[in-house]
């Protein structure tokens, strides 16, 4: 895949396709896709295979394996965050994102947040404004973007909060981001619905014009022949 600047904007483009376009900022935060979004950022999103279920009255994300879909340990409370889409959605398969800085030690969380899960840092890189780390959560890796001065050390055991409300939700088999497909949709239908309001004060305005015409006929005629002139020459 290839980026390609346009002003402030950016074309990102796969194989001859245009996948999206927009500001940086725009494709990093709402990306169409599955490609997008790991095309821009770094580090890369965590993206995690599973299927959305519902566990005691409670929304969960079941990870699984990519290839079969078989069960992980990788178990994630939704919480309340995007309840109306997951909760109309339990069964289907995706792909679940979160970008690196929406990943969060649990004591630095808001209680906003759903239950943490538990996992053993593996790695820790010092990038100046952040440190970047990567944990182990059952059997997956997860990087998250940590402050500069946080103390995280290999091999220590830290709770991870997941801040679902910037959650990415892509289609397993697609790849297309719901929510921004979502977007998309509710945005052609305003724009549908201003199309239509702009077409029937148009189609007003025309037959106020039909009814103001003989008005004005009249107005016309009655200037060239002002009343007063009517059966002078007699």
């Known amino acids: 895949g290839v980026g390609v600047l346009l002003g402030d904007r950016v074309a990102v ?5 245009l996948q999206q376009v927009g500001t940086p900022r725009e494709i990093y935060e709402r990306p169409a896709n599955r490609f997008v979004a790991a095309f821009l950022g770094t580090p890369a999103m965590n993206l995690f295979h599973g299927t959305i279920a519902q566990r005691e009255g409670r929304l969960v994300f079941l990870g699984a394996e990519p290839d079969d879909l078989v069960p992980t340990r990788f178990q994630l409370e939704l919480g309340g965050a995007h309840a109306d889409w997951f909760g109309t959605n339990v069964g289907r398969k995706i792909l679940l994102g979160f970008r690196a800085e929406h990943v969060l030690l649990a004591d630095a969380t808001a209680p906003r947040h759903p239950k943490p899960l538990l996992g053993t840092v593996k790695s820790t890189a010092f990038m100046g404004v952040a440190t970047i780390s990567q944990v182990e959560v059952g059997e997956r890796l997860v990087t998250l973007r940590a402050a ?15 801040d679902v409300i910037h959650a990415h939700v892509f289609d397993a088999a697609t790849g297309a981001e719901f929510f921004e497909l979502n977007r998309q949709n509710s945005l052609r239908l305003t724009q549908l619905l201003l199309k239509l309001q702009l077409r029937e004060r148009d189609r007003i305005q025309n037959v106020e014009n039909r009814i103001d015409l003989p008005a004005t006929l009249i ?3 009655e200037a060239s022949h002002p009343v007063g002139d009517f059966g002078s020459e007699a």
């Open 13 to 17: 483009i796969r194989k001859g396709a």
């Open 148 to 162: 500069p001065d946080a103390p995280l050390q290999p091999g220590q055991t830290v709770e991870l909060a997941f």
């Open 219 to 221: 107005e016309k005629a």
